[in-house]
């Protein structure tokens, strides 16, 4: 029998808002309908919405302007449709760790060459933030941060058809990274390489940003491998 991994209701608002905007054929600057509205759609509280959608404005969906509504930022013309019966979660994270090397290895590497210091003082505030979560025992704060951080490397990296083949998989496989096997601490040991890592892209050292990228990822394979 597969693997049923389950999801926040945050999640599923927000896989409901992207097929809504897929099913509408909605472009970017449309408008979404009102918070009232939409609440009233998907039978959810206030701030479940807000979750929702405070996850697909992390992951460059929508924008959200206060006073005059949620607009549509970026519809993803070039996404891969990927769908997986997962029967073993071990090795599905370890496949997925080989795609996440090929693919973010080559951002960081990017981003290394790229970034100013306004975009390395996003990535500390995200680092700091998540550092805070963790401390105040915060977990999902700490492992939106974690994203966030991530996704600023992404965006640093400017290459648009690389940023979305990551956010293609990244919509498949995120659920199975915050929580694997119901352990919340689990790749809590690859923090210090995350500080490595952005030490070397404030310095515009690509090496050794993506050398401290991949200790990253070796130290989340043998946590998946220990489990």
């Given amino acids: 029998m597969k693997i049923l991994k389950k999801q926040r209701l945050s999640e599923l608002v927000a896989e409901e808002i992207k097929s809504y905007i897929k099913s509408e054929m909605l472009q970017e600057g449309d408008r979404l309908p009102s918070l009232v509205t939409l609440m009233e759609s998907l039978d959810i509280g206030r701030s479940t919405l807000r979750e929702g959608l405070q996850l697909l404005e992390s992951q460059g969906y929508l924008e959200v302007l206060n006073g005059k509504g949620t607009f549509v930022k970026n519809t ?7 769908a997986f019966e997962v029967e073993n979660e071990r090795d599905f994270l370890l496949e997925a760790l080989e795609v ?17 210091s306004a975009d390395t003082d996003k990535m500390t505030s995200h ?23 991530h ?3 992404y965006e640093v990296a400017d290459n648009d058809l690389l940023n979305s083949i990551i956010d293609s998989v990244w919509d498949t496989f995120h659920q199975f990274w915050n929580e694997p096997f119901g352990v919340k601490d689990i790749f809590d040991q690859s923090y210090p390489y995350h500080e490595d ?10 090496q050794k940003a993506v050398e401290a990228f991949e200790k990253m990822m070796a130290s989340v394979r043998h946590s998946i491998e220990d489990y």
């Fill in 127 to 149: 680092l700091k933030e998540y550092v805070r979560c963790i401390h105040e025992q915060e977990r999902d704060k700490a492992n939106q941060s974690d994203f966030l951080f």
């Fill in 197 to 206: 890592m952005l030490e070397a892209i404030k310095a515009h050292q690509p």
């Fill in 100 to 116: 996440r090397l090929a693919l973010e290895g080559k951002a960081v590497e990017l981003a290394a060459q790229k970034a100013t």
């Fill in 76 to 82: 993803k013309p070039f996404h891969i449709q990927t």
């Fill in 151 to 153: 996704q600023a490397i």
